[in-house]
């Protein structure tokens, strides 16, 4: 059995000799290089050109080992509404962009399934219809299922090249009941959020999304209009006097994933001024100004601009993993209710027989007490006996009534109904002892089934994706910021002559006299619109701004950090190699064990069961006391103890197996799109089982 290590991505900044100089990690370290690249190639979100990268060199090592299979992409939301896309669509009213979004309540009504297995006041209950229900119900599954929209969300708000909020999916383990100590970590390693400062497994992601922020890829419109009424106090014949205001500018600004920023400028003003000196008023002027700045070195490139695109997109895919490690915990988790449930029914049952039993007794000493051939002691005895057994009873029976409520609210989701609440569960299956194809596989075998399934792999592996983006984010921000630009723009101006503008200081001639008239002309606003295309007053240039940090040390700690954060997680997804290893080899021990015990126990209850009629027939004869036929009550009663417990023992080793595998889904036909939406068309079909035949 190999083990797979980790390397997916060697990063660009190491140098030949360092390569060189790396200790060798073996067959295993290469198998699991090629392993992972081959998992991010195969995953789409990130240019090819960089997945191609790491693939080629993994593949130029040894042949790749079992990747994770990708999660189907889940399209049932549980809004019913695509949350990449503006509300408004294509074609939609453009007002509900600026409306909120309603998300309908929840509904906590039980799915139809519950009530058809309602029979005569009791819920006749397959492990196929606890499965079924829970994947309707169940509270930790309804839950999950927002977070399939929270990610969308991150995705439509990337798209404006915003930063990505981050999902935070994990497991939800808030149903009580049933025991699974595997697939219920808290989702991707270190977590979705953006920023954390730790996440799950020990391991950091404090600088995801590190590097430049991108540019607004939204475009915006504004708008000003102001009217301004002032008086200044005159200082000189050249100021002072009413000045009376009106602004009416607009502009527009927008920027590309190319790292560019356009930025449109469109003023206008009208300005009465009494000041003598002033040759128009109201003055008319119209402005226009393009500028187009484009990112040189920090900033540019269409890469570094959507990788928060890129990343929202991984988040997704990784909430859809763990979406389906959800409902593999939560099936393995009713599983497990449902046969400590059976455990609970049958231990009644048994309990019942031995009271039957010991009152059996107790009557038949009384006989033989009342013909003396039996003591009073042996009556005292018998009940004694009597008592004990109908105190085990009692307390089984409470266990089952509490069994029955712990299944009832992993099922259902509303137990408001004292009906629904007092209907006893009956469970009507009961495992095989048939052995599982998968027990006549190799160890190594099931290991790389495991390696092709588990959810936590392919979150580990789209995870180093993510911090492989973050490297490189972090690495552009070590550049200057260096940025070229270009504006153009002119002027138009125009108005109409001041009655109180100067035009001879001399004679002290007005503009609008007739003198001057012909030579200041007044012009309409409509004409120094038509200037200002004409572009009679330009303005226009081009230019470069440099910012260079002389010490730099905030990206340089960023940039390190992340590279550190990466090696991290590195070793955390060899980790889960091995750890998985040693989970399958020990569920497929604990299944071959749990039947041979099994097996004991049941020769063990049937040798018991022999001696106590065996007893029972020499104490009629005279040939044994009942103290003796008490003793043989009590192994029997013991044995079958045993024996329910090492059936319910080996029925939950069996999920556990397929829970380690990760191929419950497959196994029991569970479809993950049903999943996602809480309706289930077809019923799970469980292999190796049997019904029991005095259900009703």
Not at 205 to 229: H, I, K
Not at 419 to 437: E, F, G, H, M, Q
Not at 482 to 490: N, P, R
């Amino acid at each position: 059995m190999h083990l797979y290590g980790t390397r997916v991505f060697e990063q660009q900044d190491e140098t030949a000799s360092e390569v060189k100089a790396r200790p060798a990690r073996g067959q295993a370290g290469n198998r699991l290089r090629a392993c992972a690249a081959v998992v991010l190639a195969l995953t789409t979100g990130v240019p090819s050109g960089f997945a191609q990268q790491a693939t080629e060199k993994a593949a130029s090592e040894l042949p790749a080992a079992p990747a994770p299979t990708p999660t189907e992409t889940l399209d049932m939301r549980q809004a019913q509404r695509d949350f990449t896309k503006p509300a408004a669509g294509i074609w939609g009213n453009p007002i509900n962009m600026y409306r909120p979004t309603t998300i309908a309540k929840a509904s906590f009504a039980n799915s139809v399934r519950l009530d058809e297995l309602v029979k005569d006041g009791k819920i006749y209950l397959s492990l196929s219809d606890a499965i079924a229900l829970a994947l309707e119900n169940n509270y930790d599954i309804a839950i999950a299922r927002y977070y399939l929209d929270i990610a969308d969300t991150d995705i439509a708000r990337t798209k404006n090249g915003a930063g990505f909020r981050g999902v935070g999916a994990g497991v939800v383990t808030n149903t009580l009941g049933g025991s699974s100590q595997t697939l219920a970590a808290s989702g991707a390693p270190g977590g979705l959020s953006n920023g954390a400062a730790a996440g799950a497994n020990g391991v950091t992601l404090s600088t995801d999304g590190a590097g430049p922020a991108p540019a607004n890829l939204d475009p915006t419109l504004g708008g000003t209009v102001q009217l301004e009424r002032s008086r200044q106090p005159q200082t000189s014949p050249f100021s002072g006097g009413g000045i009376n205001t009106d602004q009416y500018n607009f502009n527009y600004a927008q920027g590309f994933v190319t790292g560019t920023n356009l930025t449109v400028a469109f003023n206008n003003s009208r300005v009465t001024n009494s000041n003598p000196f002033n040759t128009y008023s109201p003055e008319l002027e119209a402005q226009f100004k393009a500028t187009v700045t484009q990112h040189l070195l920090q900033g540019a490139g269409i890469w570094v601009n959507k990788r928060y695109m890129y990343e929202a997109q991984l988040n997704r895919k990784i909430t859809d993993s763990t979406f389906r490690q959800q409902i593999l915990y939560t099936v393995n988790q009713v599983e497990n209710i449902y046969w400590v449930l059976v455990s609970a029914y049958e231990d009644v049952q048994a309990k019942q027989h031995a009271v039957e039993q010991s009152t059996k007794l107790l009557g038949d000493t009384r006989k033989q007490l009342e013909i003396g051939t039996m003591a009073p002691l042996d009556v005292v005895s018998a009940e004694s006996t009597v008592a004990t057994d109908k105190q085990a009873l009692i307390n089984s029976q409470n266990n089952l009534s509490y069994q029955q409520l712990i299944i009832k609210q992993a099922i259902a989701r509303n137990l408001s109904d004292p009906a629904l609440v007092a209907a006893p569960v009956i469970p009507t299956d009961r495992v095989n002892l048939d052995p599982l194809p998968e027990e006549q596989q190799t160890p190594e075998d099931l290991t790389k089934q495991a390696f092709q399934n588990r959810p936590e792999l392919e979150q580990a592996v789209l995870s180093l994706k993510k911090d492989a983006i973050t490297l490189k984010g972090a690495r552009n921000a070590l550049l200057p910021v260096l940025d070229a630009y270009g504006f153009y723009g002119a002027t138009g101006l125009g108005g109409s002559v001041s009655p109180d503008a100067i035009c001879n200081l001399q004679t002290g001639a007005l503009c609008d006299s007739p003198a001057y008239a012909s030579q200041y002309p007044s012009v309409s606003y409509g004409t120094a619109f038509d200037r200002l295309f004409e572009s009679k007053a330009p303005d226009k240039g081009v230019g470069f701004n440099l910012t260079i940090p002389l010490r730099n040390r905030t990206a340089q700690a960023d940039q390190a950090r992340s590279m550190i954060e990466y090696r991290q997680a590195e070793l955390h997804l060899e980790q889960l190699y091995t750890q998985i290893h040693i989970q399958v080899v020990n569920a497929q021990i604990a299944l071959t064990n749990d039947r041979e015990q099994v097996k004991a126990a049941t020769a063990a209850r049937d040798f018991n069961q022999q001696s106590l009629d065996a007893e029972e027939k020499k104490l009629h004869l005279g040939a044994s006391t009942t103290a003796n036929v008490l003793q043989q009550q009590r192994n029997l009663a013991t044995a079958e103890n045993n024996l329910i417990a090492a059936k319910a023992s080996y029925a939950q080793a069996r999920a556990a197996l397929y829970q380690m595998l990760a191929s419950t889904l497959q196994h029991y036909g569970i479809n993950l799109n049903d999943a996602s939406a809480g309706v289930v068309k077809s019923a799970p079909v469980v292999p190796g089982l049997e019904p029991v035949k005095d259900a009703r």
